[in-house]
């Protein structure tokens, strides 16, 4: 195609987990080049497959265009003598500049006064810039693991067998390590050898398709869903829903051939999530369930190639799963011979942290915080609780967990009730690890949710504690997470936790681990959660003003900062709410830094001030009883209600009067209404126009 760029990597099989992501990098590192040189284009897509990484870019440009360039020289003290001649740093800038010393010019910078020059730089054609911007883009990608092969130099997810590069139908030629770019690719490494000469990103995909290869992911992924669903029709089944799996599926192949294979139905006595697992995270297999969603003894297995004898590739798999699954099943009997209260002993055994102690010493910890949570917050389950967070991390020692940590939490459900615990203890030992990512459910249940948030405030105090806490992008011990999945369990349970006396309680748990004072990591860890409940909000679509302005004024207890906010959000969309909060704002700013002191009526000398006194006295009432039941669409109403006699009083009343004892009393006044604004939200945190 005409100004059409095909770039394409042919490589040996990369993982999986690599390629969308390097797909995603490709396309933004070849648009950043090309923005770099001034290349202008109409689209540009990146496809990938096992064996490939490829880009098109259509509309590119043929040659960069002519641009003038302005280069900095020495500072003009320096480059002239005091008499206006030009030293040897003038003279050599403009030598190395190719132009005359009197082409220089003056230019202001920030730092002060510098030489420069106005150089005309002509554009150069695009072929010549793409020789230079392609093997850049290779070495520009990165990986979670990357290799270096042979005698080559440069390292890559796995060798790089061949380098497409043609524009305009004519090869860009460059070499990369001892590889030579040129127009030909290859196909399926089974069904459709190549090599196969392509000129376009459109007779590319068609030569590509007649070679057994899906380039485009969608297209694949579609062809994945078409293949397993016929596969599971077979057995009049469908297949168990699992995106995640259909993803990696999808990158493991460069053509889909989904095959449905069958394993002994004793198996099915497993329970549903270990069959599931021992399928999916070995094998890749789907799960196939009847009309009722019950697991059924079959599999979809989905091979990269078409077999001539598909019974001989189905027994092969069907041994594969057999020996799998005779190791679950093995597990699961190995493990129920021993109730799990008797595996917690093992814990002692196992590190959680070389600076937080053993995972039984963790256990001890949030064990303590929990019950007491359920003191303040649940009484009725203040046993439970501590049954459950001494249970909870027991399954990390079984044969199935250290086979499939992946199951951690559900075993200990599945154990618990065979070793005869209550249906509430067994239920927590799965839900106090939810949510496990940010789409997951919220756990339902009380006693998971609390053993939960007591595991996570240890979790996140303990790494603060001893200097663990995330930097930039860095999270490795998943503290956001941990932080996030807290204040997402106290809004779905609208338990009303004193987030700052639950943390000093943490941290006065974990008193002889931590290395750092209580009293700064107890700041760090509740200016942490703030961050992260501002940020849930954020994306919930409120306003970052309304939610500094709450937050600024206090936020121990996060179900009533999100309920302020709400409110608040509300409270601002009346038309009176401009001028409700300038006159907040007055209040608040002449209020500040006045000290707190009694209102004496008997020193009023204006009408307006005893009405302001009045009803700042029913005002607090009202927002005191709207406080205590939680009603802050009350307390705003209660607060606006203000605002005729704060109008009033600043147009009659002068607050900074002469006399000592009046500029007082007017300041106390005003102090004690700011206090009451206060206990809803900081409104000089809101701009008003």
């Not at 095909?6 to 648009?31: C, D, N, R, S, V």
């Not at 070793?419 to 990512?437: C, D, I, K, N």
């Not at 009533?560 to 009346?574: G, I, M, N, P, T």
Request: some cysteine.
């Amino acid at each position: 195609m005409q100004d059409e760029l095909l770039f394409e990597i042919g490589t040996e099989e990369i993982p999986a987990g690599y390629i969308l992501p390097a797909m995603h990098q490709l396309e933004k590192l070849m648009e950043e080049k090309l923005s770099s040189l001034s290349l202008s284009y109409s689209s540009l897509k990146a496809l990938a497959t096992p064996r490939r990484l490829v880009v098109s870019v259509r509309g590119l440009a043929a040659q960069q265009p002519d641009r003038e360039e302005e280069v900095l020289g020495p500072p003009k003290k320096a480059a002239f003598t005091q008499d206006g001649q030009p030293t040897q740093a003038a003279i050599g800038f403009a030598r190395s500049r190719g132009v005359g010393v009197e082409s220089l010019q003056i230019a202001q910078t920030p730092k002060g006064d510098y030489l420069m020059v106005r150089v005309a730089e002509k554009g150069r054609p695009t072929p010549e810039l793409l020789a230079e911007l392609l093997p850049e883009i290779v070495t520009g990608l990165s990986f979670p693991k990357s290799m270096r092969w042979g005698s080559g130099r440069i390292s890559f997810a796995r060798p790089i067998q061949w380098l497409l590069a043609v524009y305009n139908g004519k090869i860009v030629p460059f070499v990369l390590d001892q590889t030579a770019s040129g127009n030909n690719t290859e196909g399926h490494r089974f069904m459709g050898r190549g090599p196969f000469s392509a000129s376009g990103l459109a007779d590319y995909l068609e030569t590509l398709r007649r070679a057994e290869v899906m380039v485009d992911p969608a297209e694949r992924r579609a062809a994945v869903l078409a293949e397993i669903t016929r596969a599971a029709s077979e057995v009049d089944g469908t297949i168990l829903p699992d995106e995640e799996l259909v993803n990696t599926v999808c990158n493991l192949v460069e053509k889909p051939f989904a095959i449905c294979g069958t394993f002994e139905e004793r198996f099915l006595a497993l329970p549903r999530e270990v069959l599931i697992t021992s399928m999916r995270e070995h094998q890749k297999y789907f799960a196939v369930v009847d009309k009722a969603g019950r697991l059924m003894p079959h599999f979809i297995a989905v091979n990269n190639t078409q077999t001539r004898n598909p019974d001989v590739v189905r027994q092969g798999h069907e041994r594969v799963i057999r020996a799998r699954l005779s190791d679950a099943m093995f597990f699961f009997q190995e493990d129920s011979k021993t109730p799990l209260a008797q595996r917690v002993d093992a814990l002692k055994g196992v590190v959680f942290h070389s600076l937080l102690g053993t995972s039984y010493e963790k256990m001890e910890r949030f064990r303590e915080l929990a019950v007491s949570l359920a003191r303040q917050l649940a009484p009725e389950s203040a046993d439970a609780v501590a049954r459950a967070a001494t249970l909870c991390k027991a399954d990390i020692v079984t044969e199935m967990v250290g086979e499939f940590p992946s199951l951690q939490g559900v075993m200990g459900q599945k154990y618990a009730l065979l070793s005869g615990e209550s249906p509430e203890v067994a239920e927590a030992l799965f839900t106090h690890y939810l949510p496990r990512h940010a789409d997951d459910e919220l756990p339902r249940d009380t006693v998971g949710a609390l053993v939960g948030m007591a595991d996570r405030l240890d979790t996140v105090c303990g790494c603060f504690g001893v200097g663990l806490s995330p930097t930039g992008t860095a999270d490795p011990y998943g503290l956001r997470r941990h932080a996030l999945a807290v204040i997402r369990i106290l809004g779905s349970t609208r338990l009303h936790l004193d987030l700052p006396a639950a943390v000093a309680l943490a941290l006065e748990l974990l008193k002889d681990k931590i290395s750092r004072t209580r009293e700064e990591t107890a700041l760090e860890v509740l200016d942490f959660f703030q961050t992260r409940l501002q940020r849930l909000l954020l994306t919930e679509g409120f306003d970052h003003e309304t939610i500094t302005a709450v937050l600024t004024a206090g936020c121990r207890d996060v179900v009533d900062a999100a309920d302020k906010v709400r409110a608040l959000h509300e409270f601002r969309q009346s038309p009176d709410f401009p001028s409700l909060a300038t006159a907040f704002k007055r209040v608040i700013n002449i209020a500040q830094g006045a000290e707190p002191g009694e209102v004496d009526p008997a020193l009023f000398q204006y009408g307006e001030e005893n009405i302001l006194y009045q009803s700042a006295q029913l005002m607090k009432s009202q927002v005191n009883q709207a406080l205590e039941s939680r009603d802050y669409p009350g307390v705003c109403k209660a607060l606006a209600s203000l605002r005729g006699p704060v109008d009033a009083y600043f147009e009659k009343v002068m607050v900074m009067a002469e006399d000592a004892a009046l500029r007082r009393n007017r300041l106390a006044l005003l102090l004690s209404i700011s206090q009451t604004f206060l206990l809803m939200a900081d409104f000089s945190k809101i701009t008003t126009s």
